[in-house]
């Protein structure tokens, strides 16, 4: 998870986004936007990289009762793979 953290760091543009690892198999990267925060959760199994995306809503500037969006999650056995999926996902 180490190598990925670092590969995910080094070829990853972040914008505003900030990476954290979590666990030693899991990180987040998110950002807060004035009605949510988009989170995307990182993990690495064995050689399989699950990547799932939630919009957490702030309930109370929203004013209606979604708290959260989830996106299904996705299963990548490739690091590059990966990595565009979350560019993409970061860039929207």
Same mark, same amino acid.
């Given at each position: 998870?180490?190598?990925?953290?670092?590969?995910?760091?080094? &070829?990853?543009?972040? !914008?505003?986004? +900030?990476?954290?690892?979590? +666990?030693?198999?899991?990180?987040? #990267?998110?950002?807060?936007?004035?009605?949510? +925060?988009?989170?995307?959760?990182?993990? !690495?199994?064995?050689?399989? #990289?699950?990547?799932?995306?939630?919009?957490?809503?702030?309930? !109370? +500037?929203?004013? &209606?009762?979604?708290?959260?969006?989830?996106?299904?999650?996705?299963?990548?056995?490739?690091?590059?793979?990966?990595?565009?999926?979350?560019?993409?996902? #970061?860039?929207?």
């Amino acid at each position: 998870m180490d190598d990925y953290i670092n590969y995910l760091e080094k &070829n990853l543009n972040l !914008y505003d986004y +900030t990476l954290i690892k979590t +666990t030693n198999t899991k990180a987040v #990267i998110i950002k807060t936007y004035f009605k949510y +925060t988009k989170c995307i959760y990182i993990s !690495y199994i064995d050689d399989f #990289i699950e990547i799932r995306i939630d919009k957490i809503f702030d309930f !109370y +500037t929203v004013g &209606n009762n979604i708290e959260r969006l989830i996106i299904p999650k996705k299963t990548f056995n490739s690091l590059d793979d990966s990595l565009n999926y979350i560019q993409k996902n #970061i860039a929207n």
